[in-house]
């Protein structure tokens, strides 16, 4: 396989997309200003080039995967300064729609197709392919591009007009937010009546009561441990600020939403910004006075 893919953002989610593409059978060139998320990207063999006008010039497709609308933006006028033939872009970072429409506004402009094509899982699920990419904009682009998206994800889906994936991943990460604090607090209560945490693990991840943030989750909790990071509590509150701002847009309450948000902020005051979401346990024992 020959077709060459450009991943822009080699961070937790976009280096293990470039990881798995690389698997896949497909040559990947990726950048990231981060110099050690670049040696581990280059460890696994993706190329690493010096700056994204550089991808953009190598690669007809663009996966970028970004921590904020400052940075994407200044992506997308990177690849629109390249000055190449049109690339289709495909933008999978948890933005707010109105960032989306920068970005895609910028490419436009230029002759590039983006898309919106945010991603549901974790960082963990994204090493093993365990993450389904919710598209939206161009459809015959999205079909296009379906094997390179079972390059790093399970399922695909075509959601419609640009910016319906972002729409849904809002509701997606809703219910993340609240299963892990859920889970949390179910753990505490479990350690605070006695029971062995690793137990609670095996048995509730066992019933109905289970999900899958908890099956994620529930065992870093059990061994009180939050590194390496699935989702760092500091970028999760960008994420909980892009859900609350868009669910008041559309009148939509969200109170057990919002009911999770002072445990999060919880967790960064206490010091667990770059730990794991899952940190969230160790502020609801300190609430519990101790659980184990």
């Known amino acids: 396989m020959d077709r060459i893919v450009g991943v822009i953002g080699l961070g937790i989610m976009g280096g293990a997309m470039a990881r798995n593409l690389v698997d896949a059978g497909f040559k990947v060139v990726g950048n990231d ?79 590039h197709i983006p898309l919106d094509c945010p991603l549901s899982g974790t ?73 062995d945490a690793h137990q609670i693990v095996e048995v509730i991840g066992a019933g109905v009561g289970a999900s899958k943030i908890f099956d994620l989750r529930a065992p870093m909790m059990a061994n009180n441990h939050y590194k390496p990071a699935t989702m760092k509590c500091d970028v999760w509150q960008k994420d909980m600020s892009v859900i609350g701002k868009f669910a008041a847009s559309v009148g939509a309450p969200v109170p057990v939403f919002q009911s999770t948000k002072p445990i999060y902020d919880a967790g960064i005051i206490d010091g667990h910004g770059d730990e794991d979401t899952a940190a969230v346990c160790a502020v609801l024992e300190k609430m519990a006075g101790g659980a184990r």
Do not use: W
């Open 33 to 111: 200003p981060d110099a050690a998320a670049c040696e581990r990207a280059r460890a696994a063999g993706v190329e690493v080039v010096a700056s994204a006008n550089v991808v953009a010039d190598r690669a007809g497709d663009i996966i970028t995967s970004l921590p904020s609308a400052a940075v994407a933006a200044s992506v997308a006028r990177a690849i629109a300064g390249a000055q190449t033939a049109s690339r289709t872009v495909i933008e999978t970072s948890t933005l707010a729609i109105e960032d989306k429409l920068v970005f895609a506004d910028i490419l436009r402009a230029a002759g």
């Open 123 to 195: 960082g963990a699920q994204a090493k093993t392919r365990d993450l389904v990419v919710m598209g939206s904009g161009d459809a015959a682009a999205i079909a296009r591009l379906e094997p390179v998206f079972m390059g790093f994800a399970r399922k695909v889906y075509s959601l419609g007009v640009f910016g319906n994936g972002s729409r849904m991943k809002f509701v997606a990460n809703h219910l993340v937010a609240i299963h892990n604090v859920a889970s949390a607090e179910a753990m505490v209560l479990g350690m605070k009546a006695g029971l």
